[in-house]
């Protein structure tokens, strides 16, 4: 029986138990990886400290040299700038402010009031002015309907 229990584990683990086939893959992935891969990180490393010492011994002097020529020019227009945003600003509070479009609200409501006025004056002459036609042409009938004799 113990036979049999050992040789149902071996079989089990021959047929189950992936781990050694999967530790030669990872080995081989690595030692292919590696010799791929080779040296090139320690070769960018080096390549990016001697464009860093590069960089330090001649370029911070030139942007030294070149931000103490321009720097005064730029915080000047800098400056004008922030005056023409402040005089914007003024000039909008100006248009904004409250007394203003009360101001404004009561000249719209005026010239609303005067143009329903005078939409209201034009109806009423033209209403006139229809019922003067209207009674106009009742009265030529009329008088044509008397000298046709139908009257």
Same mark, same amino acid.
């Given at each position: 029986?113990?036979?049999?229990?050992?040789?149902?584990?071996?079989?089990?683990?021959?047929?189950?138990?992936?781990?050694?086939?999967?530790?030669?893959?990872?080995?081989?992935?690595?030692?292919?990886?590696?010799?791929?891969?080779? /040296?090139?990180? #320690?070769?960018?490393?080096?390549?990016?400290?001697? =464009?860093? %010492? $590069?960089? @330090?011994?001649?370029?911070? *002097?030139?942007?030294?040299?070149?931000?103490?020529?321009?720097?005064?020019?730029?915080?000047? /227009?800098?400056? #004008?700038?922030?005056?023409?945003?402040?005089?914007? =600003?003024? %000039? $909008?509070? @100006?248009?904004?402010?409250? *007394?203003?479009?009360?101001?404004?609200?009561?000249?719209?409501?005026?010239?609303?009031?005067?143009?329903?006025?005078?939409?209201?004056?034009?109806?009423?002459?033209?209403?006139?002015?229809?019922?003067?036609?209207?009674?106009?042409?009742?009265?030529?009938?009329?008088?044509?309907?008397?000298?046709?004799?139908?009257?």
């Amino acid at each position: 029986m113990a036979a049999a229990t050992s040789d149902v584990n071996e079989v089990f683990s021959r047929l189950f138990d992936h781990r050694p086939f999967l530790r030669g893959e990872i080995e081989f992935f690595k030692k292919e990886f590696e010799e791929k891969r080779g /040296d090139r990180e #320690v070769e960018e490393l080096f390549r990016s400290l001697e =464009l860093i %010492t $590069e960089i @330090k011994e001649g370029q911070i *002097e030139k942007i030294v040299n070149s931000s103490d020529d321009n720097l005064p020019r730029t915080i000047a /227009d800098v400056q #004008v700038a922030l005056h023409m945003c402040e005089d914007t =600003l003024d %000039t $909008e509070k @100006k248009f904004n402010s409250e *007394e203003l479009l009360a101001k404004k609200r009561c000249e719209r409501r005026c010239r609303l009031a005067t143009v329903q006025q005078d939409v209201q004056e034009k109806l009423q002459l033209l209403q006139e002015s229809y019922d003067d036609k209207e009674q106009s042409m009742k009265t030529q009938f009329q008088q044509l309907e008397k000298s046709a004799g139908y009257i």
